[in-house]
């Protein structure tokens, strides 16, 4: 069997879906991890955590590379890895170091930096014709006050290190733009306890609906799954509230998304990656606006598997053991696959939400998953602060995300004053 070194992991639904996969796979899994105690802080009540499957368990200093790699040598030596992945963003660069430096498959080490800085993907675009946005990498507040006066209002302001939309504001003027970036001066730490990168990019606002285009590249060639839709809310905010597999857009408009989507990942070099690549569809055409060198979060691989029948969790430790991933379709039986996430909009402690047996006994329903009673609640500012989600499928044609907002709709969260 296959023995995997998974170096750290998200604490929400990949950190289910990549054990669960490693385990229909056939696959062994040594668990890397600074901090077991992050992962079972998130277990479900009364459930074994799914990463305590891992042959082993090793703590080790993940944020040190420097004492991480020859540690990592010496594991090899005993336990002898044939791969090495992560699910978790904050790792992607170590894990491809790690690799290289045991001699396993896997990115190369400068293209998958390259791909988690948004700064310097930008600029590796820009400088290979990549359409995207026009931007400014700031040093600090004043710099991106200048900036933004140059692009014009509004602007997207970024961290150029953080994940999951994390204070990625919109704004329409200096007083906004202001309030952002000392936002981003008070958050010097990411939640994996690793220190940020103080940069500030400032994007041009792009009008139009998004997509993400979910690819395989392997060997040098990439395959792409397809295109999935998102819906967008809380402004000034960018929370992700739905997505949709297949995306309902004419065909030259899908065909266009994903070739923006491969040259992206050609300009940046990757390989041996599964890649989430999301784009504006604007007036004047698509714009890339970040590739992720990793599967999509949100459950969005959920969507593709059932739909589709490919396992994009699987494909991404198929190329991580250099091994051609299974991308051929299967008949599911659904046409479309959608999901909605309840998403607070006033903080509070969590009662109840009313509607949750109707929602869950409907015809379509896939999953339903609803926080506890008792959770302290903050208006949504990213996708990290979801109280659930529903996805269902259609079997006809596209109507999965009218069919989830339907739902959605009768979920009704009851919260109490903190």
């Known amino acids: 069997m296959p023995h995997l070194l998974v170096v750290e992991s998200w604490v929400g639904s990949m950190s289910r879906l990549l054990p669960r ?18 992962y079972l802080r998130g277990a479900p009540e009364g459930k074994d955590h799914p990463l305590l499957t891992a042959r082993n368990v090793v703590t080790a200093p993940t944020n040190d590379i420097a004492t991480l790699l020859p540690l990592v040598e010496r594991l090899h030596g ?24 045991l001699g396993l498959p896997g990115p190369a080490p400068e293209a998958m930096e390259n791909a988690c800085r948004k700064d310097t993907t930008r600029q590796v675009l820009a400088a290979a014709g990549v359409p995207g946005p026009r931007f400014a990498v700031c040093a600090d507040e004043a710099d991106a006050l200048a900036a933004a006066t140059g692009i014009g209002y509004p602007v997207v302001v970024k961290p150029v290190d953080l994940c999951g939309g994390m204070l990625v504001r ?35 606002y792009l009008p ?67 890649a989430h690549t999301e784009i504006k569809l604007t007036a004047d055409g698509p714009r890339v606006v970040e590739v992720n060198p990793r ?33 051929r379709r299967s008949d599911t039986g659904l046409r479309s696959a959608a999901i909605g996430f309840l998403v607070p909009e006033a903080a509070g402690t969590l009662a109840s939400v009313e509607g949750a047996d109707g929602v869950r006994d409907a015809a379509g329903v896939l999953e339903v998953q609803l926080a506890e009673a008792g959770r302290t609640v903050e208006a949504a500012r990213s996708n990290n602060g979801y109280l659930g989600h529903v996805m269902a499928g259609d079997a006809a044609g596209l109507g999965a995300r009218r069919h989830v907002e339907a739902l959605l709709a009768g979920l009704h969260p009851r919260l109490v004053s903190a």
């Open 295 to 327: 599967p999509a979060g949100n459950r969005i691989t959920e969507l593709v598997r059932h739909v589709t029948g490919i396992d994009l969790a699987a494909a991404c430790a198929d190329v991580a053991l250099g091994r051609a991933p299974d991308l």
């Open 78 to 101: 005993a336990l002898a890895f044939d791969g090495v992945i992560t699910s978790c963003d904050y790792y992607l660069p170590a894990v491809a170091r790690i690799a290289a430096r």
């Open 21 to 38: 996969t490693l385990g229909e796979g056939g696959h062994h899994f040594t668990f890397l991890t600074r901090d077991l105690m992050h």
């Open 170 to 204: 919109r704004a329409d003027d200096g007083a906004q733009l202001a309030a952002a970036c000392r936002a981003l001066a008070d958050f010097p730490v990411n939640a994996r306890g690793q220190r940020r990168t103080p940069h500030i990019l400032i994007e041009e």
């Open 208 to 274: 139009g609906p998004e997509v993400s285009v979910e690819t395989v590249t392997f060997g040098g060639v990439t395959h792409v799954v397809g295109v999935t839709d998102k819906s967008v809310g809380r402004a000034p905010a960018f929370v992700e509230t739905g997505h949709m597999f297949p995306a309902d857009l004419p065909c030259g408009e899908r065909a266009a998304a994903a070739d923006a989507a491969v040259r992206a990942g050609a300009a940046l070099g990757l390989d041996t990656v599964v």
